[in-house]
Nanobody, 120 residues
C-alpha cells in the first residue's frame, strides 16, 4: 500500500519561511513527477510547484522566486521551501506523486494535506 505523508506545516509569519516535506512509502516501483498543490478556503485546489524525476521544475506564477521545490529520489521525498511568505499563501498544502506501485497501475497518489497559516 502506497502512502504519502506530509510534514512541516504550521504557522509562519509574513516574510518568514516554512519547509514542507512529503515522503512516499510502501511498495513502489517507480516515481515520476511529484508536486505540491494547495487549497484555500472557498477556492479550488491549485498547483503550486512540480518536479520531474529528472529534476525539471515548474511553479505557479504566484510563488515564483519565493518557493523552491526539490526532491531526494533515494528517500522518495519531495520538499517545498517557502520563503517570503504572504498571508495569501495560507492554505492546506497537498503533495502528490505520479507513480507506479509494485503491484498495480501507474496512478496519481495524494497526501492527506498539511495546514499552512501565514499571519502575524
Amino acid at each position: 500500500q502506497v502512502q504519502l505523508v506530509e510534514s512541516g506545516g504550521g504557522l509562519g509569519q509574513p516574510g518568514g519561511s516554512l519547509r514542507l516535506s512529503c515522503a512516499a512509502s510502501g511498495n513502489i516501483f517507480s516515481i515520476y513527477t511529484m508536486g505540491w498543490h494547495r487549497q484555500a478556503p472557498g477556492k479550488q485546489r491549485e498547483l503550486v510547484a512540480g518536479i520531474t524525476g529528472g529534476g525539471r521544475t515548474s511553479y505557479a506564477d504566484s510563488v515564483k522566486g519565493r518557493f523552491t521545490i526539490s526532491r531526494d529520489n533515494a528517500k522518495n521525498t519531495v520538499y517545498l521551501q517557502m520563503n517570503s511568505l504572504k498571508p495569501e499563501d495560507t492554505a492546506v498544502y497537498y503533495c502528490n506523486a505520479d507513480l507506479t506501485p509494485g503491484r498495480g497501475q501507474r496512478s496519481n497518489f495524494w497526501g492527506q494535506g498539511t495546514q499552512v497559516t501565514v499571519s502575524s
